[in-house]
């Protein structure tokens, strides 16, 4: 139980192009998802904070504008990464807190992440 | 500022010798600490939540405790399975933030 899943797992885009990153609650509902982003060998850092139909809480330090977050059910948040650039790549993890279903509402339960590479 | 400081940065085992991972930890007030365990390219994968100081919980070969300033994740007779990142996470009471702040995690080798 507790299932989250992330699409895709991989994507490698050129300069100034915008990717969308999904992420889904499988087996039940989250109130809230959040998004973090992991470099090499470093902890995982909270980019924003999204609750189903309201606007994303973004940490101090992250680019709303370029890091564009929409939380469109309980089971569906997609991360846009504008116009990214190479200092962007890096891997792109989300985490969905539930509600209903299987799980602990208290808990995160991870996706696997997606890699992007910015040439 | 919250912070969750985990070490040793690696631990290198032989199969069957157990040790024990340390997570110490500053936060305003503590809601519940978590730990999880993340393989090479993966999403962590979530393990034990502790919420207040004296509590423990097992799961296998593994043992979570909790103290006021700091965890520990105790690890019985380990196999090279168990080889993985574990990950020590903190999430703070009161506020409107939400999210967990995690430590750098022990990369931990179990050698056969």
């Known amino acids: 139980g507790a299932v989250v899943s992330q699409h895709p797992s991989r994507v490698i885009c050129k300069s100034g192009t915008s990717v969308k990153i999904e992420c889904r609650s499988l087996?039940?509902?989250?109130?809230?998802m959040f998004w973090y982003r992991q470099f090499p060998k470093k902890s995982l850092m909270l980019m924003a904070t999204?609750?189903?139909?309201?606007?994303?809480?973004?940490e101090q330090g992250v680019e709303k504008d370029k890091f564009l977050i929409n939380h469109a059910s309980l089971t569906l948040s997609t991360l846009t990464v504008t116009s990214a650039h190479p200092e962007d790549s890096s891997f792109y993890i989300c985490?969905?807190?539930?509600?209903?279903?299987?799980?602990?509402?208290?808990?995160?339960?991870f996706g696997p992440g997606t890699r992007l590479t910015v040439l | 500022e919250d912070q969750v400081t985990q070490s040793p940065e690696a631990l290198r085992l032989q199969e069957g010798e157990s040790s024990s991972l340390n997570c110490s930890y500053t936060?305003?007030?503590?809601?519940?600490l978590f730990w999880y365990r993340q393989d090479p390219g993966k999403g962590p994968e979530f393990l034990f939540t502790?919420?207040?100081a004296g509590e423990e919980k097992e799961k296998e070969r593994l043992k979570a405790t909790l103290t006021k300033k700091e965890s520990f994740l105790h690890i019985t007779a380990p196999k090279p399975e168990d080889s993985a990142t574990y990950l020590c996470?903190?999430?703070?009471?009161?506020?409107?933030?939400?999210?967990?702040?995690f430590g750098k995690g022990t990369h931990l080798i179990i050698q056969p």
């Open positions: 985490s969905a807190r539930g509600g209903t279903g299987q799980g602990r509402s208290d808990t995160q339960y």
């Open positions: 996470a903190v999430q703070a009471s009161g506020g409107g933030a939400d999210g967990l702040t």
């Open positions: 999204s609750n189903e139909g309201s606007k994303a809480t973004y």
């Open positions: 936060v305003s007030g503590l809601r519940g």
């Open positions: 502790l919420y207040s």
């Open positions: 087996d039940f509902q989250a109130t809230t």
